[in-house]
């Protein structure tokens, strides 16, 4: 997941457990408030009350037909009521209490918030409750809650798209840097060094490293390449200095049948060698941009010269060759590079198939890009062996001759060409190449 996506998760989610804290502190909030309120009303109506409260009031209050002594004043709605009751002398008086409790008034049940006040008039104690129903309170606080979090849903929503833009906005440089500078840069020289626009100093200091980091990695790679060319070069001097000289002491007639045997041993390791150094300047020269590429490549034609070219090792094998390139695709490169791409991708196939097998080499188009395939029946290869097939040196099977250097050399033409290339491989099944070209040529 990327960065600016979890940013904004995460603020998202800060969001939502903040309006849950909200929304369970929301019913205490209100409850406090509207209590406060409640309150100080209810003082008021119990200070009107007794201020204007004397003994005959109190005797019309209590004194009832069935001498419950206790007063009972209810309003039409049931929103407030007031009873005045007389209590034992023991209690506590001056004492005011706020308590919310259900109330049955006349035969309907409600919450109400009581003021309970104990007084004392004329040597009598009574007991003073006013009430005030919470059932609207109740339902206000309910259509409060249900608004705030339809509020803050839409808020956080709205914050949401806000902050995915402009993270997006934020994280702009950083992605043109890996576009621009990491993830289209195939080699070193190939390395943009021009400064990329942006306000934060984070990504201007990304930048700068990453241009000093390739800089040090440039200088690097081109003495590696340079020390690969001159050894190469120096090395095929002497070699074909001692290759000479074996050839010249095969003309020695005096020369036993030992002698000669350790001399033509020594002339096809002095032949390996070449081809060796030969290859690896050929990768060095590819890499260094050293060939043109602006040639008209038929893939048709160079393929069915190398199938002309190889048919004695396909009939050695008894193999079953099949060619379907029914396209024609207009492709622009080198084609001493391409028809060497080729010839070691067959040779490869055939080398490594089995007695009567099979090599098919198709077209075609995938997702847009035009593709040719070199598929065989042989001996296929793990994931290992597939994840290190073009590594210099490194051959699939122990068994079969070669430098291990045939398949590096396909993957540096590919990548001077701008070609993709993809493996699917299955042990003893087959090894299928699939060579992806670039929908519009590039240069390098």
């Known amino acids: 997941m990327k960065i600016k996506h979890q940013l904004a998760i995460f603020n998202a989610l800060s969001r939502l457990l903040l309006i849950l804290v909200l929304w369970l502190m929301l019913p205490v909030l209100v409850e406090k408030v ?3 309120h409640i309150n100080k009303s209810l003082l008021e109506k119990k200070q009107k009350f007794i201020d204007h409260l004397d003994k005959e009031e109190i005797n019309d209050f209590i004194v009832r037909n069935d001498t419950s002594e206790t007063y009972a004043s209810f309003s039409t709605l049931h929103s407030e009521f007031l009873l005045l009751s007389r209590m034992p002398s023991a209690i506590k008086i001056n004492q005011t209490l706020f308590v919310t409790e259900p109330r049955i008034i006349e035969e309907e049940s409600n919450d109400y918030r009581i003021l309970q006040y ?27 809650r249900l608004f705030f979090i339809i509020v803050l849903i839409i808020i956080v929503v709205i914050t949401f798209v ?11 440089p950083f992605y043109k840097i890996i576009d621009t500078k990491i993830r289209h840069v195939n080699e070193p020289e190939a390395f943009d060094h021009t400064p990329i626009k942006t306000h934060s100093t984070d990504f201007q200091e990304l930048d700068t490293v990453l241009n000093q980091m390739m800089d040090r990695i440039t200088e690097l790679f081109k003495k590696e390449k340079q020390f690969i060319a001159n050894v190469s070069h120096e090395l095929l001097t002497p070699i074909a200095l001692l290759k000479n000289k074996f050839e010249n002491l095969l003309q020695n007639e005096s020369l036993d049948d030992g002698a000669v045997d350790k001399i033509v041993s020594s002339l096809s390791t002095l032949d390996l060698l070449k081809k060796i150094i030969a290859n690896l300047l050929l990768i060095s020269k590819i890499e260094n941009n050293q060939y043109e590429a602006n040639e008209e490549i038929d893939f048709d034609a160079i393929i069915t010269d190398l199938v002309s070219d190889l048919q004695d090792r396909i009939d050695d094998k008894e193999l079953s060759f099949d060619k379907k390139i029914q396209h024609h695709f207009n492709f622009k490169g080198n084609r001493t590079l391409i028809h060497i791409l080729f010839y070691n991708l067959i040779v490869n196939a055939i080398k490594y198939n089995k007695p009567l097998g099979t090599i098919e080499i198709t077209d075609g188009f995938l997702d847009g890009k035009y593709f040719i395939s070199v598929s065989d029946s042989g001996i296929g290869m793990n994931e290992k062996q597939q994840q290190n097939v073009f590594k210099r040196f490194t051959r699939v099977s122990t068994d079969q001759e070669g430098q291990g250097l045939g398949l590096a050399i396909v993957e540096s033409i590919a990548l001077f060409h701008h070609i993709v290339i993809e493996i699917s491989s299955e042990i003893n ?3 299928t190449f699939l060579l992806l070209f670039a929908k519009e040529p590039k240069s390098n």
């Open 162 to 172: 806000a902050d995915t833009f402009y993270i997006e906005y934020l994280l702009k």
């Open 118 to 144: 104990y007084f004392k008039y004329e040597n009598e104690n009574y007991l003073l409750e006013i009430g005030n129903n919470l059932s609207e309170i109740n339902d206000l606080t309910f259509v409060i």
């Open 429 to 431: 099944v087959g090894t």
């Open 34 to 36: 509207v209590y406060n």
